[in-house]
DNA sequence: CGGAATCCGCGCGGATACTG
DNA sequence: CAGTATCCGCGCGGATTCCG
């Protein structure tokens, strides 16, 4: 086939499933839809709450969500534009498992860190 | 060090949960920890049940993690050297989280799918 | 306010080859 | 079998600027 010059046919391109799950293995997705999880927010709301992404990342992030279905973007053409945006169904249902890994990081870090000191002290010494 | 000129103090730098977060937020960590979530496996069988990942890629994320004390790594000093990876507790309580996400990826996948065409031919018609 | 567009560095990650 | 090492392309993502 086609793969004369080019051979980058990896797992993520080869499985659809693949591709999903690379999607939403997504630090910013994680966060945004942690962050939707209670409830609607404006886009400057998220970007305070994340607080540290860029309007680039925030908007492609959203743009991503809305076309997977994730959540849904609407506009209310006030004086200031007021974009809200809204979790679906499907979006809550990944919210829960999203929010969850997110606990587990916040619960487990300090055994997380304790592991790591182990693990870079012991065996890395008398250089 | 080296940062005197550099800029770059983004969200996952300054919060350290969010650096841990991130960690997981990986497409190969989610697939790894949940292949293992079975059981103990040796390098190869990894490698060839995930199907798409490189050596490097699969030795880095399962150095990482044993260095996060998710999993184990034991060698067998045989013949042909042996090497076993197995999760750890920790690493049990986040594969049953990884493995629903994986799940989830999996069983909305069509819908999503279907979010996604409604979007693109919603809008981008009559170019 | 809520974006879109552009520039660009850096490192992720695939390919390949070699070691113990 | 279980890695390690090297090269390198590509795209993620931060910074900046401008528009509706």
């Known amino acids: 086939m086609a793969a ?10 080869s499985c659809p499933t693949n591709q999903l799950l690379d999607r939403i293995s997504d630090k910013w ?6 962050a939707l999880s209670t409830g609607p927010m404006r886009y400057s709301d998220l970007g305070r709450k994340i607080a540290g992404v860029s309007p680039k990342m925030l908007t492609q992030t959203l743009r991503t969500l809305e076309r997977d279905g994730i959540l849904t973007r609407s506009v209310t053409p006030s004086v200031p534009v007021r974009v809200d945006y809204e979790l679906t169904p499907l979006g809550s249902s990944l919210a829960t498992l ?7 990081a916040e619960t487990n870090f300090d ?3 304790a592991a790591r000191e182990r693990y870079d002290t012991d065996g890395q010494d008398t250089p």
Do not use: G, P, Q
């Open 4 to 13: 004369s010059s080019r051979a980058y046919v990896s797992a993520t391109r």
């Open 111 to 113: 055994e997380v860190h």
């Open 29 to 34: 997705v994680s966060l945004v839809v942690a």
């Open 98 to 104: 999203l929010t969850a890994v997110k606990d587990w």
